[in-house]
């Protein structure tokens, strides 16, 4: 409750608790979708390129392409699940495979603009040697 002393209080309060809901939904996400049985890590990175490439969210892409673990994610004991279709086993063809596929659906503008991104973010990944 808001006083003299504090009188942003409420608004604090009210920001910590949205917060604290967005964490819950973001945990269930990460945590509990993506270790289901069913599909391998490999197939649900693949499942999310298509889709962010579908959509032509390009940031999250290349994220999702390459993801370097910086050890800031952790859910319980169990270390962010999500590290990028590279290091979950998707081979660089399965890669241009699952977004020539998605190009035919979601249109060859946003496929160029996919493939751009995907190229960078594999050529960054063979530049260190982690493919």
């Not at 917060?19 to 979708?33: L, N, S, Y």
């Not at 290349?62 to 590279?86: E, Q, T």
């Not at 399965?94 to 977004?99: D, P, V």
């Not at 960054?124 to 040697?129: Q, T, Y």
Request: no cysteine; net charge positive; aromatic share 6%.
């Amino acid at each position: 409750m808001a006083s003299l002393n504090r009188p942003n209080a409420g608004a604090h309060e009210e920001l910590y608790d949205a917060g604290m809901i967005f964490r819950k939904k973001v945990m269930t996400a990460w945590g509990t979708i993506w270790t289901r049985p069913g599909l391998e890590l490999k197939q649900r990175s693949l499942i999310n390129i298509a889709l962010l490439a579908s959509q032509g969210k390009e940031a999250e892409l290349a994220g999702h392409i390459r993801y370097v673990n910086n050890g800031m994610m952790r859910i319980g004991a169990l270390m962010h699940s999500f590290s990028g279709a590279v290091n979950n086993g998707a081979s660089v063809l399965e890669i241009r495979e699952t977004l020539l596929q998605t190009a035919l659906y979601s249109g060859i503008p946003t496929g160029m603009a996919s493939f751009r991104v995907a190229e960078a973010a594999l050529a960054k990944l063979e530049k260190e040697d982690k493919i």
